[in-house]
């Protein structure tokens, strides 16, 4: 059922003979990084209940101690929409805030314009402190326990190892000359840690430091393996690691030590991988449609750059070239589509 | 006779025009002529090196010309090229001296006392009325300008337009004149400079809410451009401050002079969008090159410029939590410019010559 071309700015916010949301309902926030905007849609109807300005190519978006966070890539700060509606600018001092990880009872950034991680206080909304770590940091992984956040750094090459105690860098993992980290994953147990290097189209394993203690600075890898040309994003499970190569249209599937298992082939610009139903569903940036490792294949209303899981099968898509949002059921297909502002991206349910 | 009259008469005519040809390298008529000829005399290169309108410490060869005996002149240039040739009754200061730092908690800072004792050496007074040239109006000159100004100097300090080549009057050669050195006090002026400390507390708020900053770097360092030559082997980390924009600082100079005034405030008023009457900090690599910025932005208005004395060296490899002292990559906030140093002293290094 598509229900969702009656947006548009103009639009009302909600259509006038449809009941009125209720605080229990969940919400989607979906950043939209063309209009400078979150937008607000009911996940079960698709309804537009609204929009908040929040500062400049606004990507990410996470909630933590009741608050919806934004990571807006064109400040020097987050921007924080609390639960009576108030929104809030939390410094970062340091410019494109672009992923959040939540650790230890802070809410760490990564300022991917500059060489360090804003730690915010989520509850007060103020910036506690700031972690230098290698230029250009973007993913964040958190160890299962929370102690230790792992940094992604795209210039530096480096998997940068923060104690989330002490918010001191405690150690680096040096993943290769001229690598260019993009994704950063850590084991569902935390054993070992995975990292994609964009420039090399490899992906890395390496070993997070357990009791023992961190990894050294310049610690190395213990692992490597080639994957698909361009890749972004990764995966990690208990006994499997995925990896979409962008360039090639291509699914690495390897195993923890990084032993290639499968390669899935037959994708157009596959970016990400999602547990959903029981299946791996790719995310397609190139093509209208979900398709699972296994070969099934739902459409879409036009192809995902980003897609959040929102339970019962069903992933929430972000059409970032076609300006619209949807909720896909991986079984029966599009729920809704709705028209949103300008470049939607990565989502969250709240 | 009438020929040798004739004659006599010639030669005399021939003399008066080589004496009023001369002669008239001093007066506005003459430097027209010249001019139309395609000759370019010393009168044209002082001519040309006047400073009119409301600019402030750039000063001219005539107002040297006029104000010689009441004001100490200064040269910014290396020890060879002070010997070889220089304003008449000109001391020279070394450069290492004036660009001395001292270490303090809050991170480096002009070496007052090592600064003073520098100028003290070359007999200057606190309230001397101090003039700096060199071989053009590059940082070496500004620096010496600004080493005064951070040492509290109490007379005026101006800086010859054109440089040495500009000064068409009386010069100097050999060995340097004596001086008897002075007991050179200093009473340290801290509004010229700002530490690391003090930028590190306002980091996120440069050309926002908080003060002006500029690179004055050259591009490629400023955004850290991948294997460029202008990257500082010796950095840890190569960007710049969150927030600056980059201004290179040859911008200022065209050949041996200041930019014109009104490209300058166009460059930084309305592209830099700098605010003349809110703080603005310079910095580069060093504590030499900004100094260009630094006098630049005061001659044309700028109230409140200071110089980050310890420079993106200090900033880019400092010790321990580097959270609080982050450097940016991926931004671009460059301003194109098309300045050159001029500067004829054989050393390649146009930053330094003065």
């Given at each position: 059922m598509t229900r969702g071309t009656e947006g548009g700015d103009d639009a009302p916010a909600r259509g006038g003979d449809r009941d009125a949301p209720s605080p229990d309902d969940p919400v989607l926030a979906v950043p939209c990084e063309g209009d400078d905007r979150l937008a607000l849609f009911a996940l079960e109807t698709g309804d537009r209940l609204g929009e908040v300005p929040v500062g400049r190519l606004p990507v990410h978006a996470t909630t933590c101690r009741g608050r919806t966070v934004v990571a807006t890539m064109g400040e020097r700060s987050v921007t924080a929409v609390g639960p009576t509606g108030e929104v809030t600018r939390v410094e970062t001092g340091v410019l494109g805030p672009s992923h959040f990880a939540a650790a230890n009872g802070d809410l760490y950034v990564s300022c991917s314009a500059g060489d360090a991680l804003a730690v915010v206080d989520p509850e007060a909304l103020t910036l506690v402190d700031r972690v230098g770590v290698g230029a250009e940091p973007h993913e964040l992984a958190v160890a299962p326990d929370g102690d230790r956040l792992y940094a992604g750094s795209r210039r530096d090459g480096v998997v940068d190892v923060v104690d989330?105690?002490?918010?001191?860098?405690v150690g680096a993992i040096d993943t290769g000359p001229d690598a260019r980290v993009q994704g950063v994953a850590l084991a569902p147990d935390g054993s070992r840690g995975y990292a994609v290097d964009q420039r090399g189209a490899r992906v890395v394993a390496f070993d997070p430091g357990g009791d023992s203690g961190p990894p050294a600075v310049g610690a190395s890898i213990c692992a490597e393996a080639a994957v698909g040309a361009d890749p972004y994003d990764l995966v990690a499970t208990a006994d499997r690691v995925l990896v979409p190569g962008r360039g090639d249209g291509v699914v690495h599937e390897l195993d923890r030590e990084l032993e290639p298992i499968a390669v899935h082939e037959g994708f157009s610009r596959p970016v990400d991988t999602f547990d959903v139903a029981d299946e791996w569903w790719v995310l397609d940036a190139g093509a209208p449609g979900l398709r699972s490792l296994g070969g099934a294949v739902v459409e879409t209303p036009a192809p995902g750059l980003a897609a959040t899981p929102v339970g019962d099968g069903r992933l929430a898509v972000s059409h970032y070239d076609d300006d619209r949002v949807s909720l896909v059921d991986v079984e029966s297909g599009p729920v809704w589509t709705a028209d949103s502002p300008a470049c939607p991206f990565g989502s969250v349910v709240v | 006779m009438t020929g040798d009259r004739s004659n006599d008469d010639a030669d005399t005519e021939t003399r008066r025009g080589l004496l009023r040809a001369a002669a008239g390298a001093t007066v506005a008529g003459a430097t027209g002529t010249a001019g139309c000829l395609g000759v370019t005399t010393p009168a044209d290169v002082a001519a040309r090196s006047e400073v009119s309108g409301n600019v402030g410490h750039f000063v001219g060869p005539g107002w040297l010309a006029e104000n010689r005996d009441e004001t100490v002149v200064l040269d910014a240039r290396d020890a060879k090229l002070f010997r070889e040739e220089r304003v008449y009754g000109a001391r020279r200061v070394p450069l290492d001296a004036l660009a001395a730092r001292e270490s303090t908690d809050e991170g480096d800072a002009p070496d007052a006392d090592a600064i003073a004792a520098a100028f003290g050496e070359a007999?200057?007074?606190?309230d001397d009325d101090v003039l700096v040239y060199g071989a053009s109006v590059g940082s070496r000159v500004t620096r010496v300008a600004f080493a005064l100004a951070a040492v509290g100097h109490e007379g005026s300090i101006r800086v010859l337009n054109?440089?040495?080549?500009g000064w068409n009057g009386r010069l100097g050669t050999g060995s340097r004149d004596r001086v008897p050195p002075t007991d050179y006090e200093p009473d340290p002026a801290p509004s010229t400079w700002v530490t690391r400390e003090w930028l590190a507390d306002r980091v996120?708020?440069?050309?926002?809410?908080g003060p002006g900053l500029v690179d004055v770097r050259v591009p490629e360092a400023y955004l850290a451009a991948a294997g460029a030559d202008a990257l500082n082997d010796d950095h840890d980390r190569h960007g710049h401050l969150p927030g600056a924009i980059d201004v290179?600082?040859?911008?200022?100079?065209?050949g041996r002079r200041m930019t014109d005034p009104g490209r300058l405030v166009r460059l930084y008023?309305?592209?830099?969008?700098?605010?003349?009457?809110e703080t603005v900090v310079v910095y580069g690599d060093d504590n030499v090159d900004p100094t260009s910025t630094w006098l630049t932005l005061k001659a044309i208005g700028f109230e409140d410029v200071r110089l980050y004395d310890g420079g993106f060296g200090e900033w880019a490899n400092v010790e321990g939590d580097r959270g609080r002292y982050p450097v940016e990559t991926a931004t671009n906030g460059v301003l194109e410019t098309d300045g050159s140093v001029g500067g004829d002293d054989g050393g390649g290094d146009f930053s330094c010559t003065g």
């Open positions: 989330t105690g002490t918010r001191e860098r | 007999g200057v007074a606190p054109g440089g040495l080549s996120g708020t440069f050309n926002g809410d290179h600082w040859v911008g200022n100079v065209a008023e309305v592209e830099a969008e700098l605010d003349r009457s």
